[in-house]
């Protein structure tokens, strides 16, 4: 098709150049204005072919007129040999001059469409192209499927390789997307951790998924390290779920938010699913009433000594008894939460109600000094008055800094490491007390970890899970406390629900456990009452 449509732009523009011969023939020759359209094919031959076309035309443009074309046709008067080859020469300057205007103009206009449709730094096209290029399919009434890809560790790998090498590993990894059989080049940038795939529908999809995804869960090897990444994918369908560019991009991304809370790798996106996107909007708007309203409440768990089975700390856990919708889980508000600015206000009442409850315990045990543990987020870490609005509000209820602690994973505290450490310091060395949480699912905390200020360790409940199901977690987990103890660290089991669990962690010389082999969460009242019956949280005849 594209041969067909060339030749015939050729033909037209030669037959453009005779047409106007023609004119200039019967309406007396070159003396006459007509013979100025002959810069018409010229101009023409131009923009298509640019300098070559121009330059070509105009000399067959001023062969027509030269030396067979009469200067006054009814005298049948010649032109002059000067005449004719000046106008030819004149013709191809024209031809030129045009030529590189256009070339120059497109040139400018290719550089205009890379930056608005095309990223720089990976130099895939962009979301603006995605949803042309979406709508040309529409137009088309092509079937297919649009799926996001979301690159969920993200930021692990940019603190593991650093800022210099990020972007090659970028480039390489989308190479090894690309290099997907029935993927090529249909792939389209979002931003640095999300991308846009257009899968045309007669791929079978639940077959291209599962090869996908399994294709994708072999590590990429960049600069001698294997990297793991760990993605999920948004789905969506035209022309079944919407027949508009917008819609399904918008589809696509809900898809990819159910997906991570379901904890799935994929999610094909469901009309009832529009409603998901609602109730998150609804859901955080209910967070700043129920903050006033005191709707939170937080519950607390037991850190056990694995020496003496005493109880040191509890942590502090929160729960949202919504006034309409009833018990709404952690699971399910808590990660929104954190992405949005109501983590700043709902830290701060956690805070609060945990200092206050603090002088609770003790008031009711005056011979212990109970301490509480406290979960932060990334995003209050990174709060330039963090650290002093903490120290401000023990200030304030007069509680030993000794008596609070601070749960940060380990994924959240490389963010912006350097200052996270020199705060943590300044929390340290009032007396607080740090908990690195999770430990085990990130990238970086072999290299700083002998920089980080932390007091204890948390084993991150996975590994306690498949304790006498895989050897290799074992050996993970013989690992992290030999190591934690070499750096004079405690170690925190959470996650512990069988006595076959507690009896390897003591073994292994593990300090502390938590989890519902002990007790399960509990409110203060009813954590009181039991601390002034017993000292010691020990299992209940019953085996978890």
Known sequence: MFEDRTLLLIFSILFLAVLVALIVYFTGGTRFSYAHLIYLPIILAAYFYKIKGGITAALIGGFLLGPYMPLNTSTMTMQGLENWTFRISLLVVVGTFAGYLFSLLESQLEQVNQIAYYDSETELPNKLKLKKELEKEIEAENDFYLLILSINNFID???????????????????????????????????????????????????FLSQFVEYMDHAVEFNQISIFNDISLGITAYPEQS????????????????????????????????????????????????????????????K??????????????????????GFISPAEFIPRVEQSSLIEPLTEWVVKRALNDINKFNQKNEDKNYSIAVNISARNLQHPNFAESLIQNLEFFNINPERLSLEITETDLILEIKENIKKLKKLKSKG???????????????????????????????????????????????????????????????????????????ELGCDYAQGYYFARPDTKENIIKKLAEEDKYILNSIDN
């Open 157 to 207: 790998i940019y603190k593991m390789i650093g800022f210099m090498n990020f972007s090659n590993y970028i480039k390489k990894l989308l190479q090894y997307i690309k290099d997907f059989e029935k993927i090529r080049d249909q792939i389209y940038y979002i931003n640095e951790s999300k991308y846009g795939l257009i899968l045309k529908k007669e791929a079978d999809l639940s077959i």
């Open 243 to 302: 027949q508009i560019a917008d819609e399904l991009i918008d589809q696509a991304f809900l898809s990819l938010e159910k997906a991570a809370s379901k904890k799935l790798q994929y999610w094909q996106y469901q009309e009832q699913d529009s409603s998901f996107k609602e109730s998150n909007i609804g859901l955080l708007a209910d967070i700043n009433k129920s903050i006033l309203n005191d709707d939170f409440e937080l519950y607390y768990q037991p």
């Open 304 to 325: 056990v000594n694995l020496v003496d089975r005493s109880v040191e700390t509890f942590e502090a856990l929160i729960r949202w008894n919504h006034p309409e919708r």
């Open 432 to 506: 607080i007390k740090i908990y690195l949480d999770d430990f085990g699912k990130g990238y970086s905390s072999l290299k700083y970890l002998k920089e980080l200020p932390v007091d204890y360790l948390k084993i991150d409940q996975y590994f306690i899970k498949n304790i006498g199901l895989e050897k290799s977690t074992e050996n993970i987990i013989h690992s992290i406390i030999n190591m934690a103890h070499a750096l004079n660290l405690k170690v925190v089991a959470e996650g512990v629900e069988k006595k076959e669990q507690l009896d390897f962690l003591q």
